[in-house]
């Protein structure tokens, strides 16, 4: 049996390595007792500036009579723990004829097909970008001025678009198969702290490793990629999914699971058109605050030695506005980055390496629009205003791709010019002063116009200070549900068809989409034989 101890509290300064005495005195047991522990949470308590505290949970094994003795004992935030364990489902017995089909790259498909393999199915994944090796290259020349590439940039390639935005791994659900996709971001490279830390961040600068560390592993295990290659559409005999076609030739297949992403606008369209179901669905957006890393770990820190054992401070903010405003993607010490899948468009995001180096702070602040606040009852109809808006903000920016951006102050009181001469920004191509009220919706914009000085308040007035805007920030989910069976995760009427992730409207993050995939995984293995057998 092993013991959970809870609410574990030790100043910042305090390193891991001494867990083990502090956690023999919560026991009242000799530290030699510990024989052995391990992190299941790992947070920052904040709140008192100037002393920050690490907050614990850990789980401990010790000598069979030191716990026969603890369990007559009465000792707070102490019980016993017993971890789930990573469900693996017997392999069904239907013959598969062709290898199950992976539909986009992103963290969806990347953990259907690494599960696949590893049951031996192996799976084919298909990506319409190029690999990561190559997005690399185009992403520095697209940020040097050069010419947008359609198919391999932020958004489209290996990985999908969390490959160049930040990979935070925060996700609020819990469970054996979060625990089991942390752990395989750990063996492709990601660092071990991630499987217990509150906000585990892997930093841009790690993602491009991690995605070909997961690619090996699949091409190792029998699975294949085929890069630029495009969904096209779907070949459905009897409501069954029989195969594809791509942009590279038609595919045989009946089991497809379908990780998409948000932003494959052209994907939704073919989907519609072919009759698979979905419907509009609330989505975020608004714009991205930036502002002096210093200012925010001033904010956060009471102590300056904090900076050297934390790092770069972060924040999130919520304010109720019309609309509930809200930070989102907080990327200390980072880039603005642009997040563009379709030219004639603008939109913006965030990103940060590990190191969290760079001058600048930044972060969305979003609003959450309804179905019922769209023009349209139509399915894509969020995805129509999303384009609507980025198609102001890429005139704004002279057709360049530049990011249009103004003050923070000049945006509360409705100047259309800004009140500096310079205005600094992380956006590497360039940006070009502007009113961002063009590029939002009215409820967003009065959302925010109110929401802004109730997060200013909080921040006794240092929010806002020497803060820019730019926008729009429109990719903070998808606009659009692909509908599915609650048990089987198959579309009605497209048997075969597994729609997972963010762009099927069914996550929210990198791990929530990861640990979709994965589900729709098992549900293939249940019912059907490995293909190696």
């Known amino acids: 049996m092993s013991l959970r101890v809870t609410n574990l509290r030790l100043p910042v300064e305090v390193p891991e390595a001494d867990l083990p005495e502090h956690i023999a005195d919560r026991l009242c047991v000799a530290v030699d007792e510990v024989t052995s522990w391990r992190i299941l949470r790992k947070s920052l308590d904040a709140r008192q500036r100037t002393s920050l505290q690490f907050v614990y949970t850990v789980q401990v094994d010790l000598p069979s009579e030191t716990e026969a003795w603890l369990s007559k004992q009465s000792i707070r935030e102490v019980d016993a723990f017993q971890h789930r364990s990573f469900e693996d489902p017997a392999a069904g017995s ?54 947008f590439e359609q198919e391999n940039n932020y958004l489209f390639g290996e990985g999908g678009a969390g490959t160049f935005s930040d990979g935070k791994l925060t996700c609020r659900l819990s469970g054996p198969d979060i625990d089991w996709v942390l752990e395989q971001f750990v063996e492709c490279g990601g660092k071990p702290s991630i499987i217990y830390e509150n906000r585990p961040h892997l930093g841009s600068n790690r993602l491009p490793m991690l995605v070909r560390n997961f690619r090996r592993k699949i091409e190792a295990l029998g699975g294949e990629y085929r890069f630029q290659c495009r969904f096209e559409g779907l070949d459905v005999v009897d409501g069954k999914i029989r195969g594809i076609d791509t942009s590279s030739g038609y595919i045989s297949a009946s089991q497809v699971v379908l990780g998409i992403g948000h932003s ?248 929530s989409a990861a640990v979709d995939g994965l589900i729709a995984a098992k549900k293939i293995v249940e019912t059907f034989a490995p293909l190696n057998t």
Request: proline share 6%; hydrophobic share 35%; glycine share 10%.
């Open 94 to 147: 239907q013959a598969l004829e062709d290898r199950p089909v992976i539909v986009g790259s992103g963290p969806a498909g990347i953990l259907a097909a690494h599960y696949l393999a590893l049951r031996g199915y192996r799976p084919l994944v298909l990506e319409r970008g190029a690999a990561v090796k190559e997005r690399v290259p185009a992403i520095r020349r697209f940020n040097s001025g050069q010419a």
């Open 264 to 511: 494959a606008r052209d994907t939704y369209e073919r989907l519609y058109e072919s009759g698979v179901p979905m419907e509009a669905k609330a989505f975020q957006l608004g714009l991205r605050i930036e502002q002096p890393q210093d200012a925010i770990n001033t904010q956060k820190y009471g102590r300056p030695e904090y900076l050297h054992i934390l790092g770069a401070a972060d924040y999130t903010l919520q304010a109720k506005a019309q609309r509930d405003v809200y930070t989102f993607c907080m990327c200390a010490g980072g880039h603005i980055i642009p997040s563009i899948s379709e030219p004639g468009m603008f939109c913006t995001n965030g990103m940060s390496n590990s190191r969290h180096d760079t001058p600048f702070a930044n972060s969305g602040l979003m609003v959450t629009l309804q179905p019922s606040d769209f023009d349209s009852d139509h399915a894509l109809a969020g995805v129509e205003l999303q384009r609507q808006f980025e198609a102001v903000a890429y005139k704004m920016g002279r057709g360049e791709y530049f990011s249009p951006i103004q003050l923070a102050t000049d945006f509360m009181a409705n100047r259309s010019q800004s009140s500096s001469s310079t205005m600094v920004c992380s956006y590497k191509r360039g940006v070009v002063e502007g009113d961002l009220s063009r590029v939002l919706p009215q409820l967003v914009l009065r959302s925010l116009q109110q929401g802004l000085p109730i997060l200013d308040r909080k921040w006794n007035g240092n929010f806002m200070k020497d803060a820019t805007l730019v926008g729009p920030e429109m990719r903070g989910s998808s606009p659009v549900r692909i509908i599915r069976d609650r048990e089987s995760m198959q579309s009605p009427g497209f048997d075969g068809l597994y729609p997972v992730g963010e762009g099927a409207g069914f996550a929210g993050g990198i791990i």
